[in-house]
């Protein structure tokens, strides 16, 4: 695989950590290492200077000077760490936030063919490389090339021929060695990356699907199988492990010649006339030979942290480049957090954000909001329902192993169709090709004529709305997480859906109503009770065109049944001239007068779906 640092760029930009906030931290780094090399500067010339007995207040500067930068070290080292770690975790969050309004406002086929684990480990482990960048990469870098100037311009009035090894010394430790950690840690980072993320992909889907794999008789092979995914890990940390140990041992190679040039400058010095160098500024050539001989012992500390840098560098590069595959590129990187303009996705999150801390603060999971409810925004009008129209359409993940493939399909207005099929047959990600949130392999698909493709996000989701099984629940109030789906909607209309999809008794139950507070990702809702909210999610959008994946499922008989009544009939749950497509995989229903599109009845040996025509 090839890098290039152009992502990793675009990843810092995303960051918006401010050329302020990375001096600052470098100025306390520098400032921190520059007392630990005064402080053996200062002590080698306390040390050799004492070996000649002067009077004791030709030694007060020094003794006064060596206690302030012990003390001034831990200070500046504090200083250091606040302001690093910082920056580097404003810079994590605001990179997350940006990502998730980026994704939020492009194409869901964007991040739509990555698994939930792999998208989980981009936005988690991934981010996270990026505010390890910050730390352990960025700022020592700066404050290695600070201090380099800084030790060589010291050492070199004193001995020219110490400075000059000392340089040899800190070119290998801050341009070689880094070089090659950084060659060998991006070679074994990739192999690292797929392995951490092949393990998280594993582990969430054995998590998520444990009763089901325990019933089909396949736990104990998945579990094989995330053994095998760990072994895997283990080895690729532990090959990354290798470029880290060479870095380790590249400063103690570094400070040979620094030492070896010290030694031998050290000689030449104690030949000098006993009054010094510098105009006798120094006094007795003693103190001289001190700072010269104990300086190389502390002048490697900032260069030391370079090849962990390298290769540091080296995994944020990958990690770049798999977040810069979420990453859009067409919007300005300060919109999450611009205050001065309008933005449906930043005000979501920031509503978001202000619900969830609510949430936190409650002594309870389920609880009343902390804050009242937002206003409506201005009404938006219903754009007229058309026809979606599939053109040789082939549907899939991936080209090699397409779903369905030359559909000729048709949905008018006002139709209402049941597509069946088994499992894996292809069902979901033909509904979300056909609502624009996937893209079609071949092939293409229109709504009045109008390609979903030259739609924009919010023209496209007013026109064409897929609503998925495993749809989030937010950690927000009840009421915004039904207007989650148009932010326009007002507490009559939300009351209105959750009583069409059978919530009116479970909602006055709730001790705060719409007001109520859940927990995130559903938790604390039963999965009868997460499929109807879902549903009514649905309700309150009344699209032109409504895609359901499983309205029913989780729910009894009885009630599956009503609610499928009140979905295929026009008029009832959605408007009159929608039309509504519901993938189930009960077939009781195939004698409600709906169309039906069987994507089993069209199999081929390769598991494929030919439909010629389907007319609604």
Not at 426 to 448: D, E, F, I, N, Q
Request: aromatic content about 6%.
């Amino acid at each position: 695989m090839k890098f290039s640092s152009r992502a990793l760029t675009r990843m810092h930009e995303l960051m918006e950590i401010g050329p302020r906030q990375l001096t600052a931290a470098a100025a306390a780094g520098a400032a921190t290492l520059g007392s630990a090399f005064a402080l053996a500067v200062v002590s080698g010339y306390l040390i050799t200077k004492s070996w000649t007995m002067p009077p004791v207040l030709d030694l007060t500067v020094a003794v006064v000077s060596v206690r302030a930068l012990g003390i001034s070290r831990g200070v500046f080292r504090y200083f250091e760490r606040l302001l690093t770690h910082d920056a580097a975790l404003t810079g994590v969050s605001r990179l997350r936030t940006n990502m998730y309004a980026g994704l939020a406002s492009a194409p869901s086929a964007l991040a739509g063919r990555l698994k939930r684990g792999d998208l989980l480990a981009r936005i988690g482990d991934d981010a996270e490389d990026m505010a390890n960048d910050v730390i352990r990469a960025v700022v020592p870098a700066l404050v290695a090339l600070v201090m380099a100037v800084a030790i060589l311009a010291t050492i070199a009035p004193f001995s020219p021929l110490a400075a000059l090894a000392m340089l040899a010394g800190l070119a290998f430790a801050t341009i070689i060695a880094p070089f090659f950690a950084f060659r060998a840690a991006l070679r074994a980072e990739n192999d690292l990356v797929e392995a951490r993320t092949h393990l998280h992909t594993l582990s969430l889907f054995a998590l998520e699907n444990a009763d089901v794999l325990r019933v089909r008789g396949q736990w104990q092979e998945t579990l094989a199988d995330l053994e095998c995914a760990q072994n895997r890990f283990d080895s690729a940390l532990d090959k990354a492990a290798i470029p880290s140990a060479f870095a380790r041992s590249s400063t103690q190679i570094a400070m040979i010649p620094a030492l070896l040039g010290s030694i031998l400058a050290a000689g030449g010095v104690y030949h000098l006339e006993t009054a010094g160098l510098l105009g006798g500024f120094m006094g007795h050539t003693a103190g001289i030979i001190g700072v010269i001989i104990l300086a190389p012992l502390s002048s490697f500390e900032a260069a030391s942290v370079l090849p962990q840098a390298a290769s540091q560098r080296a995994r944020s590069i990958v990690a770049a480049e798999r977040l810069a595959e979420l990453d859009s590129g067409d919007s300005p990187v300060a919109s999450a957090f611009d205050t001065t303009g309008s933005s449906s996705v930043r005000e979501a999150l920031r509503a978001a954000s202000e619900d969830a801390q609510s949430a936190i603060e409650s002594p309870a999971t389920v609880g009343p909001a902390k804050a009242s409810p937002s206003p409506a925004p201005a009404r938006r009008e219903r754009p007229e329902p058309a026809t979606l129209t599939a053109a040789a359409l082939t549907t899939g993940w991936s080209a090699d192993r397409p779903l369905a493939h030359a559909l000729e399909l048709s949905f008018a207005p006002g139709s209402r169709t049941l597509v069946y099929g088994a499992s894996g047959r292809g069902k979901s990600t033909l509904g979300l090709t056909l609502a624009g949130l996937l893209a079609p392999l071949s092939g293409h698909v229109t709504y009045g004529g109008v390609s979903l493709t030259s739609l924009n996000p919010t023209e496209l989701a007013s026109r064409v709305t897929f609503f998925a099984e495993d749809a989030h629940v937010f950690a927000t109030s009840l009421r915004e997480n039904i207007r989650v789906v148009r932010g326009d909607l007002t507490d009559a209309e939300i009351t209105k859906a959750l009583t069409l999809a059978g919530l009116d008794a479970w909602v006055s139950s709730l001790p705060s109503g719409l007001d109520t507070i859940l927990g995130s990702g559903g938790e604390d809702v039963s999965g009868g009770e997460r499929r109807r909210l879902l549903l009514a999610r649905a309700i309150a959008h009344a699209a032109p065109v409504t895609i359901l994946d499983e309205p029913t499922e989780h729910l009894n008989l009885d009630l599956a049944s009503a609610l499928m009544e009140g979905i295929l009939t026009p008029g009832r749950f959605f408007p009159a001239d929608s039309t509504v497509i519901v993938i189930t995989h009960d077939r009781r229903f195939t004698d409600s007068g709906a169309a039906v599109l069987d994507l089993d009845a069209h199999s081929t040996h390769e598991g494929s779906t030919h439909v010629k025509s389907h007319e609604n």
